[in-house]
């Protein structure tokens, strides 16, 4: 009798183990998904311009273009790569809002934007994430990482890395 209710109890507390464990990895996998994938809209960042004193919000958005979020550092080589192909291709992004974002010193921001003239194009808007929002909302692991959105400024994809200038004119039709 004694050895039948040892079994039951051993096998309820080995349930109860497993019951625990399965509960513990799903929030553990929920929490593994990215904002970006949980929230398929534009983020509500705020960035710091490159005249130190206004600033970018998804607010300021318009809804009639769609928008590319490019985070960047300014001692990216991939970056500087992926600034100076679309600038020779700048024409084709006429209609395209594209935000060129950074958690890194406002002051390399600054020379980076000054010296690919990012001021002469008026669809390009520059600015530094001090709340370092938008790298943990799309998880980046590297420079640079791209987000697309359509005019509803609902995600299309997102892409580490550069991304041939074709591409990301294919991505922003969708």
């Not at 002051?107 to 194009?121: A, C, F, I």
């Not at 530094?128 to 299309?156: C, G, H, T, W």
């Amino acid at each position: 009798m004694k050895t039948v209710k040892r079994i039951r109890i051993s096998t309820l507390v080995m349930v109860l183990g497993l019951l625990v464990s399965f509960n513990g990895m799903a929030q553990q996998d929920a929490s593994a998904i990215p904002s970006y994938k949980k929230f398929p809209n534009v983020p509500p960042f705020k960035l710091l311009l490159t005249d130190s004193v206004t600033t970018l919000t998804k607010e300021n958005l318009s809804k009639k273009k769609p928008t590319m979020i490019m985070l960047f550092s300014p001692d990216c080589d991939h970056c500087k790569h992926e600034t100076e192909e679309l600038i020779k291709r700048i024409d084709d992004f006429n209609n395209v809002q594209i935000i060129m974002a950074t958690p890194m010193a406002f002051d390399k921001m600054k020379e980076y934007y000054n010296h690919y003239g990012l001021s002469k194009y008026k669809n390009i808007k520059m600015g530094k994430d001090s709340n370092f929002m938008l790298p943990v909302f799309f998880n980046i692991r590297s420079f640079p990482f791209l987000a697309f959105y359509n005019k509803k400024q609902e995600l299309i994809s997102v892409f580490e890395g550069s991304m041939p200038m074709d591409k990301i004119l294919e991505e922003l039709k969708k």
